[in-house]
């Protein structure tokens, strides 16, 4: 009896090193004009789902760093890599990447820019509205020794050249960054699945990636709006992996209070197993 006991124990904890609960949030920018559902407001409500989900990787896009410090407080357990994206320090939107300090270990990291000069700190791109960025991280697990990579961005509301070519360049930087580690690329694309950006993501010969909500959905919306009656509809955030990883359970997350969501995004999460 004792041996099949140790037996799944060691079975037990063998499954679980081999896996990651990945979360990605638009955590909607700290927005005055937002009224009842401004940062300050509704920041008890991020507070509470992300301790209820409690994520190993979490991915967050539009936070400021006012809100990414308000991360940090919430989550001491985590610590976090990105840049504001305006100057490459602390001004403008983070497409920042938290960690659990106790499942894994910094290798390093970096972010550039979704430009044709992606070196250049706050350069912007093709017919972009806005200056975009993606942030990575290379990673070691505490419990396994796996080495993989994240990959986190957000993509620009209104340019679709800037839209399209941002994914190339994603494409390419991951090769060239990753090469064959294990990758996980996640982001608000403003992007549906039958957008040419889309295809370009996951129709890619350079370092193939699959959209983990294909055989895992439960709902398709993660723009919605604040408003839990909202006709908003789009789905437009993901979790992409490579041929590395397998999706066990996918999650788009709808908790409200009722009225309104935490922010105008739904939370996405993905439990991603490693393959042998």
């Known amino acids: 009896m004792r041996y099949f006991l140790l037996l799944f124990i060691f079975c037990f904890n063998n499954l679980f090193a ?19 559902n401004q940062w300050e407001k509704r ?12 994520p190993d990787v979490l991915c967050i896009q539009e936070g400021l760093n006012n809100q990414v410090n308000d991360l940090q407080t919430m989550l001491p357990d985590y610590f976090y890599v990105g840049v504001g994206r305006d100057d490459g320090k602390e001004k403008g939107e983070y497409s920042a990447i938290f960690f659990r300090k106790n499942l894994f270990k910094l290798e390093s990291s970096g972010n550039f820019w979704l430009s044709p000069t992606p070196d250049l700190a706050g350069s912007r791109g093709w017919d972009a509205a806005c200056v975009r960025i993606c942030t990575y991280a290379k990673i070691k697990s505490q ?11 957000h993509f620009d509301h209104q ?23 294990p990758v996980i690329f996640t982001g608000d694309l403003n992007s ?14 350079v370092h193939p990636l699959f959209d983990n909500y294909l055989k895992h959905s439960n709902k398709e919306c993660t723009f919605t709006g604040f408003e839990v009656k909202s006709e908003i509809c ?17 999650k788009i997350i709808d908790d409200n209070d009722g009225t309104y969501y935490p922010s105008d995004h739904e939370a996405v999460e993905a439990i991603l197993e490693f393959k042998k």
């Not at 081999?18 to 009842?36: F, H, M, P, Q």
């Not at 920041?43 to 409690?54: A, G, I």
């Not at 549906?192 to 889309?198: A, F, I, R, V």
Request: charge should be positive.
């Open 18 to 36: 081999g896996s990651l609960k990945v979360i990605t949030y638009n955590l909607r920018y700290d927005n005055a004009g937002d009224g009842i």
């Open 43 to 54: 920041k008890n409500k991020v507070d509470s789902l992300l301790h209820h989900y409690s």
């Open 143 to 153: 419990k396994n020794g796996k080495i993989f990579f994240v990959f986190n961005t």
């Open 159 to 181: 340019g679709e050249v800037a839209r399209k070519e941002s994914a190339k360049l994603i494409l390419e930087k991951i090769k060239k960054i990753a090469d064959k580690s």
């Open 192 to 205: 549906e699945p039958n957008s040419s950006t889309y295809q370009i993501i996951t129709s890619n010969s």
């Open 234 to 250: 789009k789905r437009i955030d993901f979790i992409f992996s490579d041929k590395n990883f397998s999706c066990s359970a996918y």
